[in-house]
């Protein structure tokens, strides 16, 4: 079983920056995504960020790219969002989520999910 523990969430201004991390543990999966994904109240759940643990290229939503940045640390084995110039509809709660093996930017897709961090963002 893997496990997935978020942190790093809180308030912040508007325009300012936060790292949300993700602890993995577990059984390591190939050939598979890892991702955050984001829910605010009132709303579905949604894509953020992604990458493939088999390369390199990394995958965004349009609302948040040029500002996130997914990464990771594998001697850590920790999963990293890096959140710049955050906006008050960044507000949500954020999840790391493992497992996808298609369509990674659909939420359905992933086995695995943390228990979420809030992101509050004041205007």
């Known amino acids: 079983q893997v496990q997935l523990i978020e942190s790093g969430g809180g308030l912040v201004q508007a325009g300012g920056s936060l790292r949300l991390s993700c602890a993995a543990s577990?059984?390591?999966?190939?050939?598979?995504?890892m991702g955050w994904f984001r829910q605010a109240p009132g709303k579905e759940r949604e894509f953020v960020a992604a990458?493939?643990?088999?390369?390199?290229?990394?995958y965004y939503a349009d609302s948040v790219k040029d500002r996130f940045t997914i990464s990771r640390d594998n001697a850590k084995n920790m999963v990293y969002l890096q959140m710049n110039s955050l906006k008050p509809e960044d507000t949500a709660v954020y999840y790391c989520?493992?497992?996808?093996?298609?369509?990674?930017?659909?939420?359905?897709?992933?086995?695995?999910w943390g228990q979420g961090t809030q992101v509050t963002v004041s205007s």
């Open positions: 990458f493939w643990w088999s390369g390199d290229n990394t």
């Open positions: 577990g059984r390591t999966l190939s050939r598979s995504a």
């Open positions: 989520a493992a497992g996808a093996r298609t369509n990674i930017i659909v939420a359905a897709n992933y086995a695995y």
